[in-house]
C-alpha cells in the first residue's frame, strides 16, 4: 500500500490541542477517496479509518459522511461520464459508486457499516428530520458505524442540498455531536487558495466566520472536489449555529493522522464561543409554535417538567389543543389552576395521536396507536422551560 507524504505546506501549521469529544461527524470529501483520478483507493481512506477505529475502542462514536460515489461511478463506466445526459447520468454514476464506495469502508472495519442515504427533503421536513435523527442514533446505539450521503440518485439539481460539507454540518447537528471533522486534501484554511497564491498563510483558529473570511475561500482544488474551502466554511457556520466545533484537517497527511491520534490538531479549528446547549435552547426558544397548537398537561406533569427538568411522558397528558405534526413546536400549558404556560418544544406525536395515549403509559402507546415514536412524547432536550 501507497504512504501518503506529508504535503510541504503541512508544516505551515503549528500542533495544537484539538477538541475534546463523544460524537463526532467525519467528513471525508472525494479528493481523498479518488485521490489518483480513477475510481476509489483506499490510500487515504485507510488512515482515516484507524482514526475512527481508534476512537471507537474509546467508547466514542462516529458517523462518516462520505463523498466519492460520482467520482467511484466514473471509474465503472468512464463512457456514461462523457456522455450528453448530465443530470441522469450523473444519478446512475452515483448510484453505480455508491456500492462501491459502502464497500470500501466496510474494508476496514468489524462492525457493520450501515449506508444512510439522505435527500434535501429529509433534511427540511420536519418529521422526515426527526425520523433520519431516530434512525442514526439507533444505529449509534447498536454500536454500528453509519455512513452517510446525500442520495443522488432521486436529488435533482433544484432540491440538491450539492455538496457534502453542508450535509455533515447538518449530520452533526441532526446527532448532536460536538466537532464536525472535514478531512481534505489541504492543511487547513489558508488566506488564500495556496494552490493558486504561494504567499497564502496558514489559518489555525477561527472564532467567527465574517464575510472577510468567506472571501478568502475559493473552489474546489480537484477534478472529483466540489465547492472547496467556501463550502467547509459555510459548513462551519452551520456547525456553529448549532453550537458544535469544526475542525479541517489533511486527510493524505500521516502528520495530522498523527497529531489527532494523541488528541492534538494540525489543521483548523473554527470554534465560535456558542455551546450547543446554548444554541438549541435558543433556537428551541425562538422558532414559532404552530398557532393555536398545544399540548395540555395535568399539575404533576408540569412540575416534573418545570422543576426536575424531565421529559413529557402521555401520563401526564389531558390533551391537545388544535392541530399539529408530528416534529412541531407547540406550547406546553396547564390549567389545572388557571392557565401557565409551561414550557415549549418538539412533538414526537401528532395532535390526534395525543388525544388517543393522554393519561396512558407508555407502555400503552404501541396497542393504542398501532406504532410508537418512543415513550417521550416530548424529550426534555427538544423543550425548553418557560
Ligand atoms: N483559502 C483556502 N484555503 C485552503 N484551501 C482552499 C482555499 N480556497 C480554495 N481552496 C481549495 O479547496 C480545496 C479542498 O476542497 P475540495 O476540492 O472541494 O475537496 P473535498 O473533496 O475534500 O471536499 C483545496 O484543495 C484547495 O484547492
Ligand atoms: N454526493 C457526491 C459528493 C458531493 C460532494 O460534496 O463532494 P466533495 O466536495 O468531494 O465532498 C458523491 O458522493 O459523489
Redesign the pocket.
Given at each position: 500500500m501507497n504512504v501518503a507524504t506529508d504535503t510541504p505546506a503541512c508544516s505551515a501549521f503549528v500542533e495544537q490541542p484539538g477538541p475534546v469529544w463523544r460524537r463526532a461527524v467525519l467528513?471525508?470529501?472525494?479528493?481523498?477517496l479518488a485521490a489518483d483520478g480513477g475510481g476509489l483507493t483506499p490510500r487515504f481512506a485507510l488512515g482515516l479509518a484507524q482514526f475512527v477505529s481508534a476512537n471507537l475502542a474509546l467508547g466514542r462514536e462516529v458517523v462518516i459522511v462520505s463523498?466519492g460515489a460520482v467520482a467511484a461511478g466514473r471509474a465503472v463506466l468512464p463512457k456514461l461520464a462523457d456522455s450528453g445526459a448530465p443530470m441522469a447520468a450523473r444519478q446512475a454514476l452515483a448510484a453505480l459508486g455508491q456500492a462501491q464506495l459502502i464497500g470500501l469502508w466496510q474494508r476496514f472495519f468489524d462492525r457493520p457499516v450501515a449506508q444512510v442515504l439522505l435527500t434535501h427533503d429529509d433534511l427540511r421536513n420536519r418529521r422526515r428530520y426527526l425520523n433520519a435523527r431516530a434512525t442514526l442514533t439507533e444505529l449509534l446505539r447498536l454500536g454500528t458505524l453509519p455512513v452517510v450521503n446525500e442520495n443522488d440518485t432521486v436529488s435533482v439539481d433544484e432540491l440538491k442540498l450539492g455538496?457534502?460539507?453542508n450535509l455533515a454540518a447538518i449530520v452533526a447537528a441532526l446527532i448532536d455531536a460536538e466537532v464536525l471533522f472535514?478531512?481534505?486534501?489541504?492543511d487547513?484554511?489558508?488566506?488564500?487558495?495556496?494552490?493558486?497564491d504561494p504567499a497564502?498563510q496558514p489559518i489555525g483558529s477561527v472564532a467567527a466566520i465574517t464575510p472577510d473570511l468567506l472571501a478568502?475561500?475559493?473552489?474546489?482544488?480537484?477534478s472529483?472536489?466540489?465547492?472547496?474551502?467556501?463550502?467547509?466554511l459555510d459548513a462551519a457556520a452551520k456547525a456553529a449555529a448549532a453550537g458544535i466545533e469544526t475542525v479541517l484537517f489533511n486527510?493524505t497527511s500521516p502528520a495530522a493522522l498523527r497529531a489527532l491520534a494523541h488528541g492534538q490538531l494540525l489543521g483548523t479549528r473554527i470554534r465560535t464561543g456558542q455551546t450547543r446547549l446554548a444554541a438549541r435552547k435558543y433556537w428551541l426558544r425562538h422558532v414559532p409554535a404552530v398557532a393555536g397548537a398545544a399540548i395540555v398537561v395535568d399539575a404533576g406533569a408540569a412540575r416534573a417538567i418545570g422543576g426536575k427538568g424531565a421529559s413529557l411522558l402521555p401520563g401526564g397528558i389531558v390533551g391537545a389543543d388544535g392541530e399539529f405534526a408530528r416534529g412541531d413546536m407547540v406550547e406546553i400549558v396547564c390549567r389545572d389552576d388557571g392557565t401557565q404556560h409551561v414550557a415549549r418544544g418538539i412533538s414526537q406525536y401528532s395532535a390526534g395521536d395525543i388525544r388517543r395515549i393522554a393519561r396512558r403509559h407508555t407502555r400503552d402507546i404501541d396497542a393504542t396507536l398501532g406504532y410508537n415514536y418512543g415513550e417521550n412524547v416530548v424529550h426534555r432536550d427538544d423543550m425548553v422551560t418557560l
Open positions: 467528513k471525508v470529501g472525494s479528493s481523498l463523498s455538496d457534502n460539507d472535514i478531512a481534505t486534501d489541504i487547513g484554511l489558508y488566506s488564500a487558495n495556496p494552490r493558486i497564502a478568502l475561500a475559493g473552489g474546489s482544488g480537484s472529483v472536489g466540489t465547492g472547496g474551502m467556501r463550502t467547509k486527510g
